[in-house]
């Protein structure tokens, strides 16, 4: 990838350098920024939205008030299943049951939908920019072009 960058030296000696962005740069960022995205997400809610569950899921009485060891070991054995006895590694691992598959789903979910919006939005802006402008004024031009271009992803997206 081939960039160019222009430097100007100006009297008082002070450098201004400009990089100008390639859409292929952009598209990457894009792309990993999404992926970045999904795998948070995995990393931080999934583990959440499992303990959830599993405690919601739970028909034993979980929470003793008068024997807070009982509580804690409930809530323990609730939560972490057949890992309850485990280590602090095997025990967090337990919390990912099923993640192969939809783990790359939700990855590449995120993918299409946080990289592809822009994109989406790139090219209308720039084959209908104009026209939604004189439409619709800059302004709301601009907001109805980030919603179709987010529409039509999402229509991509399905469920």
Request: without cysteine; positive net charge; proline residues 3%.
């Amino acid at each position: 990838m081939t960039t160019t960058t222009t430097t100007t030296i100006t009297e008082d000696s002070s450098v201004t350098a400009t990089r100008p962005a390639s859409n292929k740069g952009k598209s990457k960022a894009r792309i990993i920024g999404s992926a970045v995205a999904g795998v948070s997400e995995l990393a931080l809610f999934h583990p959440v939205d499992t303990i959830a569950k599993r405690l919601m899921s739970t028909e034993t009485q979980t929470i003793i008030l008068s024997s807070p060891a009982q509580t804690a070991s409930n809530l323990n054995t609730a939560i972490f299943r057949n890992a309850a006895s485990e280590g602090v590694i095997t025990k967090w691992g337990s919390l990912f049951p099923g993640v192969g598959f939809g783990a790359a789903y939700k990855i590449l979910q995120r993918v299409y939908k946080f990289g592809g919006q822009p994109v989406v939005l790139d090219h209308m802006t720039k084959k209908f920019g104009a026209d939604f402008d004189d439409r619709f004024g800059h302004k709301t031009g601009r907001t109805l072009l980030s919603a179709t271009s987010g529409s039509l992803i999402g229509i991509g997206e399905g469920k």
